[in-house]
């Protein structure tokens, strides 16, 4: 029994030691230049997409061409209004089919922007918005019925 115990306590120092080796050798280096700068502008950005909303109008999808209308507002529910808001069309499992658009705010208060969706399935808006020369990222996922032909 000490034997079983000895050579299971020897396997599982010789795989600790075996991580900490290929660990070594694989590291790069440092991730990012500063990263508590980085990581404090990081949880800047989390506040500031915490404070706004996007609601998308539209309930159904079709492949082919479709309009997106949205709104975006802060947390009070009021409009937002944006220097420019471009919409980032992409699959969630490739960037192959990604594509970029210009929203327009158009007199109802919503953005409107004409998107094409190449296949059935899901897909990720990603709403860029430019305000006060700053830009945030809000995130929303679609689904895009077949088209009846």
């Known amino acids: 029994m ?3 115990i000895i050579i299971v306590a020897i396997i599982g ?3 600790v030691i075996g991580s900490i ?4 050798r694989v590291f790069e ?3 990012v230049d500063k990263p508590y700068e980085t990581g404090l502008m990081w949880d800047k950005m989390q506040r500031e997409k915490a404070e706004l909303r996007v609601d998308i109008k539209n309930t159904e999808f079709k492949t082919g061409n479709n309009e997106i209308v949205f709104s975006i507002s802060d947390k009070e529910g009021k409009p937002l209004s944006a220097s420019s808001v471009k919409l980032t069309v992409s699959r969630p499992t490739t960037t192959a089919h990604d594509m970029e658009y210009k929203a327009f705010r158009q007199l109802d208060g919503y953005y409107h922007a004409a998107v094409k ?3 059935y399935g899901y897909w990720d808006l990603k709403i860029n918005i430019v305000r006060d ?3 945030i990222m809000l995130e929303k996922r679609i689904f895009a019925e ?3 032909r």
């Not at 080796?21 to 070594?24: E, L, P, S, T």
């Open 2 to 4: 000490r034997i079983l």
């Open 13 to 15: 120092f010789g795989a």
């Open 21 to 24: 080796v290929v660990g070594q």
């Open 29 to 31: 280096g440092k991730v």
């Open 117 to 119: 969706l190449n296949l």
């Open 133 to 135: 020369g700053r830009s």
């Open 146 to 148: 077949e088209a009846i």
